[in-house]
């Protein structure tokens, strides 16, 4: 593993599990200082724990992005422990099973609230501390194509979008602001309920025949803090497998077969 972080310091919010674990992981051995956080202390110190043993660096602040003070905490709490910050990941995130005809206003904030204001607010704290660095937003495949009853997590995810190009245009030109869009992810979240049946329809519906691990978007999430995507800001990249090539499921081959052959 090469070290692009070595001597930098990486936040990222929502990083006691999932997919904020493996970007958390993968950033503390490419070098990096990492901060973990979450609401869940047990988890988060488990995660910094497991960092620290596997020879990297990382403590963990616990985070209610749904609490202005506490998330700039989190911030400060990073530049105390490590004097800055080089990188911030807002990956934190949560949904609601509603359609926009059921939604409620309590649904509405703990979405919003959690998955798009603590995202500006967490990045407008922390571009205070750059001189130079870069800001990565995980978005997710429903900010393109969505389907019933995941709203406003759907709205919510297509506003993160346009929130990294303004804050691109805002921040720059020393701090650079990309998206990552995820799609299908095998997380205990999404996995809990899903039969064997089931996962191997949804891998056969997936032009590159698996549904995705959280080390499939801890990569690229990678590569756009690195210096190496120095020329790229205000964009986002779909990390979904190639599901937003398809037009009609019925029209797919079995895409898991065909790996398998």
Not at 11 to 29: F, K, P, Y
Not at 163 to 177: C, I, S, W
Request: proline share 3%; net charge negative.
């Amino acid at each position: 593993m090469t070290e692009r972080f070595d001597g930098r310091t990486a936040i990222v919010t929502g990083s006691t599990r999932g997919i904020g674990e493996s970007i958390a992981r993968r950033l503390a051995d490419e070098g990096a200082s990492v901060v973990v956080s979450g609401r869940t202390v047990e988890e988060g110190e488990a995660v910094a724990t497991a960092i620290r043993e596997a020879g990297g660096e990382a403590s963990f602040v616990r985070t209610d992005m749904r609490d202005p003070e506490s998330t700039e905490g989190l911030i400060e709490g990073a530049v105390e422990r490590y004097g800055g910050v080089d990188v911030l990941v807002n990956n934190a995130a949560v949904e609601t099973n509603t359609g926009a005809d059921e939604a409620t206003r309590e649904d509405w904030d703990l979405v919003v609230e959690t998955d798009f204001r603590g995202y500006w607010l967490c990045a407008r704290e922390a571009v205070r501390h750059m001189d130079e660095g870069a800001v990565v937003n995980v978005s997710s495949n429903h900010a393109l194509l969505t389907m019933p009853e995941m709203f406003p997590y759907n709205a919510v995810k297509s506003g993160i979008e346009g929130m990294t190009r303004a804050m691109a245009l805002d921040f720059g030109p020393g701090v650079r602001v990309n998206a990552v869009a995820p799609g299908w992810i095998a997380v205990d979240r999404t996995m809990r309920e899903t039969s064997e049946e089931r996962r191997r329809e949804l891998a056969g519906i997936h032009p590159v025949g698996r549904i995705g691990e959280p080390e499939d978007v801890a990569a690229p999430v990678a590569f756009l803090a690195s210096d190496e995507a120095g020329y790229i800001t205000g964009a986002s990249l779909v990390v979904d497998g190639g599901r937003t090539a398809v037009m009609q499921d019925d029209t797919l081959p079995d895409y898991a077969t065909r790996r398998e052959e």
